[in-house]
């Protein structure tokens, strides 16, 4: 088992919709990152957090220490959102472990 | 934008060959990573540096060798270059173990 699973792997919406990334991870943890991957490019960081939740723009990110759990969600979805969104945790030793990331597709 | 920049971006090489990719940062920042990013795994990390002439392996380090002369610059060699290190090889460079990551663009590598 991964130790950080990320759900779903691919997921489809229209322009406007409220969408839902989720990332569980099995080991502790310092702070958690979320990243976004367009399509042949580059990857670019979106939040790192240790605690609670952070917002910039439309994009917002949580995480629940206890549970082990966080989400990132987008709202007024565009299709310009469509990208691999990948979460990764700064474990032990504080090595980045990455999921293998969620593919969005946001169609007009 | 942070400044860091790979090179080259797309490699085809022979196996056996050796192959080097160069990581170079305006950044000044003290940590650099080499991951590579393959389908169906999340990125690896394959070495690390927290200085220069300071290196560690990654999970992955089989078959590669790093080098940091520079603080800017970190270099990726395979040695002898084989088939399954056809991968897209990402730098990353940090300011400290628990601050955010800055990635590069990539560069995709094809061993035939």
């Known amino acids: 088992k991964n130790e950080v699973e990320q759900s779903p792997q691919n997921l489809t919406a229209q322009e406007g919709e409220f969408i839902t990334i989720n990332c569980s991870y099995s080991?502790?943890?310092?702070?958690l990152h979320w990243l976004q991957q367009h399509p042949g490019g580059g990857i670019v960081s979106l939040f790192m957090l240790s605690s609670g939740k952070k917002k910039h723009g439309r994009l917002i990110a949580t995480i629940n220490i206890q549970e082990k759990h966080s989400s990132l969600h987008i709202t007024a979805s565009h299709p310009r959102d469509s990208a691999v969104y990948i979460c990764a945790v700064l474990g032990r030793a504080d090595k980045l472990i990455f999921g293998t990331g969620t593919r969005l597709q946001v169609f007009p | 934008d942070a400044g860091i920049t790979q090179s080259p971006r797309h490699k085809v090489t022979e196996t056996g060959t050796p192959v080097t990719l160069r990581c170079h940062q305006t950044?000044?920042?003290?940590?650099m990573y080499w991951y590579r990013q393959d389908p169906g795994h999340g990125l690896r990390l394959i070495h690390y540096s927290y200085g220069v002439k300071d290196t560690d392996k990654g999970e992955v380090s089989d078959g590669y060798s790093v080098s940091r002369s520079k603080t800017e610059d970190f270099l990726l060699t395979l040695e002898s270059a084989t088939s399954s290190q056809t991968s897209v090889y990402f730098c990353?460079?940090?300011?400290?173990?628990?601050?955010?990551?800055?990635f590069g663009q990539g560069t995709r590598l094809t061993v035939v």
């Open positions: 990353a460079i940090s300011e400290g173990r628990n601050t955010e990551a800055f």
């Open positions: 080991v502790g943890i310092s702070a």
């Open positions: 950044e000044n920042h003290r940590y």
